[in-house]
């Protein structure tokens, strides 16, 4: 987002940095060696479109890695996490006079992709020996891949 970048602009001055559809980048095929994305795809309205496009760009052998929230598969840990993202994080985000984002941010996370389907839709966008691993309790996990 536009913001984002004017932020990054001011530290990294000489960066070139672009504002594009994650669906259609404005970048030739095979230029990156990786790519990343940190809490991005479940804002996607199509995940797996943004998955080739990032395949796209990638040099064949390029690594991608994302990072998200996710669904805890441990039942205890899961009902904490629910109660914990509906209530208290909302209202800490009442507090900061950021409602509206506080309480997006469960609702997200509880229908993003599980762990198998990103997996799933990175093989299916060209990569290979997709893996992942669960942070924070399994709140958050890391997928990667390569370029096939």
């Not at 990343?36 to 796209?56: F, K």
């Not at 760009?57 to 441990?74: E, H, S």
């Not at 209202?91 to 799933?120: C, D, H, N, Q, W």
């Amino acid at each position: 987002c536009q913001p984002m970048l004017d932020l990054a602009r001011k530290k990294f001055p000489g960066v070139r940095l672009v504002l594009a559809d994650a669906g259609r980048l404005p970048i030739r095929d095979g230029t990156f060696d990786g790519a990343t994305v940190g809490w991005g795809l479940r804002n996607l309205p199509d995940v797996s479109v943004a998955l080739r496009e990032i395949a796209r760009v990638l040099k064949p052998g390029g690594r991608f890695v994302t990072l998200d929230m996710a669904r805890p598969r441990i039942p205890i840990v899961g009902r904490i996490s629910e109660a914990t993202c509906h209530t208290i994080v909302p209202l800490i985000g009442r507090m900061f006079g950021k409602s509206e984002a506080y309480t997006y941010l469960p609702k997200s996370a509880a229908v993003f992709m599980s762990r198998e389907e990103m997996r799933s839709a990175m093989e299916q966008a060209g990569f290979q020996d997709v893996r992942w691993r669960d942070l924070y309790f399994g709140n958050v996990c890391m997928h990667w891949g390569v370029k096939a």
